[in-house]
């Protein structure tokens, strides 16, 4: 295979890209904030005027974003494999598959991927990563991520912690190269609706550019011995007693709910932590780890998670043609 078009379907987010296959590097690139949610949405409106099929629906979006790739390199990319990941395998997604199990390699070999055939519609080979089940709590996505991350290391992987924050912020053990468990925190979804469908929203308003880290490392730190549901209500009091501005109410509920997900972290003993992020979530998952005292953490660039993503896809696939 020469080239690719790797395809990084999230909840809230869509990422195509045409890959070199033998460098992994990024030939084009075409990105949207039409996640699976809202496409399974307008999908739900579709199949009331006429019975659309929905994986018909699906890959005709995708479709019409390789038509614009193929504009900005001046070629076809007809007959292209494609590589699809995250939540393009979910309930909501163009085809849900079931999940993997607990324990896997993090070489991805044991990764569910299926293959489907080209179609008039979308004529490309297509290869669909499945996500992975424990006992009690789920991910699609991350487990390709963290394929793509751990095929980098030059070091063993032995009682590791990887941690990708979001929305659902995902905590993966990794020991003698298994993946032995995954933990799932509402993090990004808690702050998102408390700070704007709750008593707290009029005293916050959002900062991304934190100057100073005096309210969030007090959020932080307050994590460590409070309750969260006493703890959270400060935002209100703070505000109305003038102690904070919005802007450090919003930095501050931001520390108290990232220091609540990771305050568990001082009770175990891990080799090494990795945290994996490539957004804006990155410096401030970077502060409160130094606020809680923890030393051992490798930060990944923002660039070298969005290259994991492929080489994870690529690995899963590798092993599929070689099974």
């Known amino acids: 295979m020469g080239q690719f078009l790797s395809c990084d ?7 195509l890209r045409l890959i070199e ?57 007809g007959g292209i ?19 993997g199990t607990l324990p896997f390699s993090a070489n991805g070999k044991d990764i569910p991927i299926v293959f489907l055939q080209p179609i008039a519609e979308f004529p490309h080979p297509a290869y669909l990563i499945s996500g992975i089940q424990s006992d009690d709590d789920v991910m699609r996505g ?34 003698n190269h298994q993946v032995t468990h995954f933990k799932t925190y509402m993090t990004g979804e808690f702050f998102d609706l408390l700070s704007k469908k709750s008593i707290l929203s009029s005293s ?11 309210s969030f490392q ?19 009091t703070q505000s109305l007693f003038g102690k904070y501005t919005k802007e450090q109410n919003h930095d501050f509920l931001s520390g108290l709910l990232i220091g609540t997900e990771l305050k568990e972290l001082l009770q175990h003993r891990l080799t090494q932590i990795y945290l994996c992020c490539n957004s804006h979530l990155k410096p401030r998952y970077e502060a409160a780890l130094q606020q809680l005292g923890i030393q051992k ?16 896809q690529y690995q899963i696939y590798n092993h599929m043609q070689n099974s």
């Open 297 to 312: 953490a490798h930060v990944y660039s923002g660039q070298e998670i969005d290259k994991a993503v492929i080489r994870g």
């Open 204 to 214: 916050l308003e959002e900062n991304r550019n934190i100057q100073k880290w005096d």
């Open 81 to 99: 494999p494609v590589i699809f990941s995250g939540m393009a395998s979910s309930s909501i997604g163009l085809k849900e598959l079931p999940y």
């Open 142 to 175: 991350e487990e390709t991520q963290l394929i793509g991350v751990v095929s980098q290391l030059k070091r063993g992987i032995e009682d590791q912690l990887f941690i990708f924050p979001g929305t659902h912020s995902k905590h993966i053990y990794v020991t």
């Open 218 to 236: 007090r959020g932080v730190q307050m994590a460590t011995d409070s309750n969260l549901l006493n703890a959270s209500f400060l935002v209100r």
């Open 21 to 77: 296959a033998e460098t992994l590097d990024i030939l084009a690139e075409q990105t949207s904030d039409q996640g699976i949610a809202f496409t399974f949405s307008h999908w739900q409106e579709a199949n009331k005027r006429n019975q659309t099929a929905r994986e018909i629906f699906y890959l005709n979006y995708v479709q019409e974003k390789v038509r614009s790739m193929e504009k900005d390199v001046s070629m076809s990319l």
């Open 9 to 15: 379907w999230g909840t809230s987010s869509f990422r």
